[in-house]
């Protein structure tokens, strides 16, 4: 694997019906364990994986705002997010 692969990281969440999020890889809740970066971004931690889960602090913002729409809403309530190192 290159090394500019190496630094490109998929991180995969999924809005809960009962307001959490879940992690894309397993489907479990993601725990908030606190912010970064001035509150920019947010930290989460999957207890199934064992992997920490960084998104930007818009995308959980966004998926909020898809979850108030309602289940009518023309849009998913997840989100795919590219990292780059």
């Known amino acids: 694997m290159s090394e500019h692969a190496d630094a490109l990281r998929a991180v995969n969440v999924q809005r809960a ?3 959490g999020l879940r ?8 725990d908030y364990r606190g912010s970064l970066n001035g509150g920019r971004e947010l930290a989460f931690y999957c207890q199934t994986c ?12 966004r ?11 023309p849009r ?5 997010v590219v990292r780059v190192a």
């Open 50 to 61: 064992y992997e920490h889960v960084t998104l930007p602090q818009f995308v959980v913002a």
């Open 23 to 30: 992690h894309g890889r397993c489907g479990r809740d993601l």
């Open 76 to 80: 998913a309530a997840h989100a795919t």
């Open 17 to 19: 019906h009962d307001g």
């Open 63 to 73: 998926l909020l705002q898809v979850m108030a729409a309602g289940p009518d809403a």
